[in-house]
């Protein structure tokens, strides 16, 4: 066992005024100044451990996962996201895990492959030739339109853009409310009365949430059974109905926001990178043909789903996960005091020189073939238990929407123009992101 490297006293106080206002900014300048292992006090008993090894996070993640729950610093966006598969804990969790993974088992995740595509194409194929349009705001539209018909039958696509500004307002104000995290919910409460935004932005998603779950209600189930019908079973033990808005919310924002990003960082990436476009254009034009692609061309398209996973190991839309320990541990060598913060930040560790050469390079081919890092150097859907109940779903959908888009259309980004990253509770980019659109 023992101490980790990190600032104290009023260096330490400087940190966390930094990490109050960027925690990114302070993340990485905290794995720069003391490296991969970097404690951070935050009072006598307890610290913030930032902890950037495959170890680490095999420690915490899976290993002993029992001794970790989710960290103080999700209290902001469990007031918004209330008990959701996200934000809640013990037996309430497993209840709602059990109830939503098996809507996104294999057999049924692959059915949704139709209505993806379709999605995607109807999207795709509005885009006219040489305009310039935002691409961050295509691909949450896309996203959500699928979230919305694929698992809960719902036409979204139309406020796709009114939900963006909701969730930038509330991820802002997520990050505002670490600061106020000691005053507890009544009072993170009263904070996000005085962000401007947060309470209509509450306002607004509930307002979707309700017309979601409303429409249900009166139309009744038909057909095959979807997540919302899942969600909605009336066996002996149904979600209340502030459960179920908790869910329903939690997976229309967990479901679109993450791989809207990820997709528009790939977008943004192979307009730098034209040898990787050039070759995902020639392997989609010999896998696709004309018709809309399907779960089985899927393992036809591995230079497709390997310029995904190196966009998503540069730009982790969940670019960190954070823990806090029950009980006193030993991590890999850190010595953890009961109560303290773990940080393992996917950003930190996908870019970790001693995990991946040329780390700030984009090459995809790392994904191609045999691969021999650790298994937890590469963390874009996190681990153990609490591991991402969407990751098939967001991978083959975004498999689906990249190949479309590479057979339709050429995406550049407008000449001179820096993508600016903003790390909230997602990461994604700062700005609109202007590209022109040259169709194949
Ligand atoms: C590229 C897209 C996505 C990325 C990068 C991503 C990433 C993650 C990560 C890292 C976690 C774990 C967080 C933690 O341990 O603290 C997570 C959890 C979760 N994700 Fe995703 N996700 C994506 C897409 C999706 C989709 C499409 C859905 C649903 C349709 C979804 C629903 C969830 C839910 C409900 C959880 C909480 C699971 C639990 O705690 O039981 N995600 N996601």
Excluded at 219 to 245: I, T, V
Excluded at 395 to 408: G, K, N
Aim: hydrophobic share 45%.
């Amino acid at each position: 066992m023992g101490m980790v490297a990190g600032p104290s006293g009023a260096e330490a106080v400087r940190w966390w005024a930094r990490m109050m206002r960027d925690p990114m900014d302070a993340y990485g300048g905290l794995f720069r100044r003391y490296g991969d292992a970097v404690r951070l006090p935050r009072d006598r008993r307890r610290a913030l451990y930032l902890l950037s090894r495959p170890e680490h996070a095999e420690h915490v993640l899976v290993a002993k996962q029992d001794n970790y729950v989710k960290a103080f610093t999700y209290r902001p966006l469990r007031v918004f996201l209330g008990d959701g598969l996200l934000t809640s804990e013990g037996e309430t969790w497993r209840r709602h895990r059990r109830l939503v993974q098996p809507a996104f088992a294999q057999r049924h995740v692959t059915a949704f492959a139709p209505g993806m595509a379709g999605v995607a194409a109807r999207g795709i194929g509005r885009w006219p030739d040489g305009v310039m349009l935002d691409a961050a705001a295509h691909m949450r539209r896309i996203t959500l339109d699928i979230v919305g018909r694929v698992l809960f039958g719902s036409e979204l696509a139309a406020e796709s853009d009114a939900t963006g500004r909701a969730l930038a307002d509330l991820q802002r104000s997520a990050v505002i409310g670490l600061g106020a995290t000691f005053l507890g919910d009544a009072g993170l409460r009263r904070v996000f009365r005085l962000v401007p935004g947060a309470q209509r932005a509450g306002a607004q998603l509930d307002g979707i949430v309700r017309r979601v779950i409303d429409e249900r209600r009166e139309a009744g189930p038909g057909g095959e059974p979807d997540l919302l019908d899942l969600l909605m079973r009336d066996d002996d033990a149904p979600l209340s109905d502030a459960e179920l808005r908790d869910e329903v919310l939690t997976l229309l924002l967990a479901g679109h926001e993450t791989t809207a990003a990820a997709l528009t960082w790939t977008l943004i990436l192979l307009s730098r990178y034209p040898a990787a476009r050039d070759r995902l254009e020639a392997e989609v034009d010999e896998v696709l043909g004309d018709g809309l692609p399907d779960a089985k061309d899927l393992d036809r398209l591995p230079w497709t789903r390997a310029v995904l996973s190196e966009s998503m190991r540069l730009y982790p839309p969940a670019w960190t996960i954070e823990r806090d320990a029950v009980a006193d541990d030993d991590v890999a060598g850190a010595e953890v005091s009961a109560g303290s913060t773990i940080v393992i930040s996917p950003y930190l560790l996908h870019r970790n020189p001693d995990l991946w050469p040329d780390p700030e390079g984009f090459r995809p081919e790392r994904f191609l073939g045999e691969q021999d890092r650790p298994r937890h150097a590469y963390l874009p859907f996190g681990g153990g238990r609490r591991i991402c109940v969407g990751a098939s779903f967001a991978m083959m959908e975004a498999v689906l929407v990249l190949a479309l888009i590479a057979r339709e259309a050429r995406l550049d980004l407008a000449p001179g123009v820096a993508v600016p990253s903003r790390a909230e509770v997602t990461l994604r980019p700062a700005r609109p992101v202007p590209m022109r659109v040259s169709r194949r």
